[in-house]
């Protein structure tokens, strides 16, 4: 191929690569080692009450020659990432003693522990890492499960029923996050359907929403829901291209339904796998939606919630840029060894 085809071809992604990942990303860096504020002065006012008048100090912006704010910018280095990863409550936790209960009884391995996991995920990053990875660690396997199930009954049933069971399986898939959160957060409200009917079969008055274990476990099951689709509709399409003959050849060979499925279909459809389970990682260490509607981050935070929280309530782009690049760097270490799986596989199948 020519060179200038190649260049042809390439440099409009070379370049879209570039404004749309590049420089974004070069940027939430340069931000993250640098702090920067308003310069302010105190000046005194009087202030009238009923009761007299008094003087207060009250801060006031500078103004430059042109009548802006002055703007002071510090370099900060890594402190902004030492603030995020709240790195003085860490060391301060892990050096607690922890030999001797409040009771005064001497405390086993497991109780010092669970008491310094504790202390660990009350620090506001630990504790939004912690959940992030249980969401992520729980919802895979689930929906790999459930995606497969449905694509296989799926392609079962007659080609008349599969238009119709397609567009309901992908239902939650369309339903955009934020609506699909709140839909089935009203289902569990304390006078909702479904806390209604728990309570009738003699379950009892269950506050979904007032504790912090039943507020995760919907969290996981929204994300169970909102993903289980797309990895139906990539495995269905994947069925469709199982070659007949294998599957015809191990029938006649004496392979049971089962282990047709586990020596012809899965193995085919493993590249498929490893495609869906690399993006429901990265979707699943960015939730966000479910936490904002859920808990707003009371009983279940993520690091996603926690970079807006920075940015919505502290007002510092600088520390959250540094919370971004650590849920970054994150999702890179969560999908290195997937990528390297799938590097050795392609160079082994063209060696």
Known sequence: MPFRTFLGFVLPSVVAMLMLIALPLAGVVYLSLWNSYTKTSFVETTVRTPVGTRVERRPVAELDAAGNPVIVREWYGSRNFETVLGASNLAEAWER?????????PTSAWQRFTALFRDVTNVKFWGALEFTLLYTAVTTPIILALGFLIAMGVNSVVRELKGVLIFASLLPFIV?????????????LDNAIITVWLEQLGFGKIYF?????????????????????????????GLQTVPSETREAAIIDGANRWQTIRHVIIPHLMPLFVFVTLIH???????????????????????????YKILSDEQNFHKASAAALLMVLGIVVLLVPLIIKTYKDQRRAFA
Do not use: C
Not at 211 to 224: D, E, K, Y
Not at 281 to 307: C, K, N, W
């Open 176 to 188: 955009t996050p934020v609506v699909g959160s709140l839909s089935i957060k009203w289902l569990f």
């Open 209 to 237: 929403m007032q504790n912090a274990f039943t507020t995760r476990l919907l969290i996981i099951l929204v994300g169970i829901w909102k993903a289980t689709p797309f990895v139906f509709i990539v495995l269905y399409a």
């Open 281 to 307: 990682l990265m979707d699943a260490y960015r939730v966000f939606e479910p936490i904002l509607v859920f808990s707003g981050g009371q009983g279940a935070d993520s690091l996603q919630h926690l970079t």
């Open 97 to 105: 003693d922890r030999s001797v209960s409040a009771t005064g009884q």
